[in-house]
């Protein structure tokens, strides 16, 4: 399988604190992205960083990526309960026609 | 809001039966995307499409079929479903190499 994993499978955390998830793929990569899902929903955009990016910023958002350590992280700084949701990683592979994948996920709960 | 519309939202079938899940985008976006999501493994990529008529098998792909025979269209058929393809499949959509868009999903349960 292509897949990544991420981790933790859960996570829960009081509003305020910070929610850091992990991130691994097994492939070369153009970009990597984050998504949100809420509730089953379909996925919503967060962030992308280009393979040779470290880390990138967006609002109370953090991304890192190691290239080296095929892994990534995102940091959610200051939770909301409204940050709610699961959190996906999506490798975008280098080479061929824009092939895109998913990691397994991230369940967050904030608690108010 | 991408334009990403998927039909039908929610399917009942039983097993053996033929199913067909339509994708409709209006972004004009070139790359199109299906994917299941089962708990414990988040989305799972089944097939994807890079262009009219060009399309690529993901990383679960056995038991799938697609086409895509207009810009706006990426159909997913299961020739003949079965339980294990309970589940709830998403569209994606994207021009280059950025985000992805996505519908709000299909959810189907083969008896």
């Known amino acids: 399988s292509q897949q990544g994993e991420e981790d933790p499978q859960a996570l829960s955390i009081q509003e305020g604190e910070n929610a850091t998830m992990n991130c691994s793929y097994k492939t070369s990569i153009n970009n990597l992205q984050w998504y949100r899902q809420n509730s089953g929903r379909g996925l919503v955009h967060l962030i992308l960083i280009r393979s040779n990016e470290r880390e990138k910023h967006s609002g109370r958002l953090r991304v890192t990526l190691d290239t080296s350590k095929k892994s990534s992280s995102l940091l959610i700084t200051a939770s909301r309960a409204a940050d709610t949701a699961s959190y996906f990683c999506a490798s975008q592979h280098k080479g061929g026609y824009q092939k895109v994948t998913f990691g397994t996920g991230t369940k967050l709960q904030v608690i108010p | 809001d991408a334009g990403i519309t998927q039909s039908p939202r929610h399917k009942v079938t039983e097993t053996g039966t033929p199913v067909t899940l339509r994708c409709h985008q209006t972004e004009n976006h070139r790359y199109m995307y299906w994917y299941r999501q089962d708990p414990g493994h988040g989305l799972r990529l089944i097939h994807y499409?890079?262009?009219?008529?060009?399309?690529d098998k993901g990383e679960v792909s056995d038991g799938y079929s697609v086409s895509r025979s207009k810009t706006e269209d990426f159909l997913l058929t299961l020739e003949s479903a079965t339980s294990s393809q309970t589940s709830v499949y998403f569209c994606?959509?994207?021009?280059?190499?950025?985000?992805?868009?996505f519908g709000e999903g299909s959810r189907l349960t083969v008896l």
């Open positions: 994606a959509a994207k021009q280059g190499p950025g985000e992805l868009f």
């Open positions: 499409s890079y262009g009219v008529k060009d399309t």
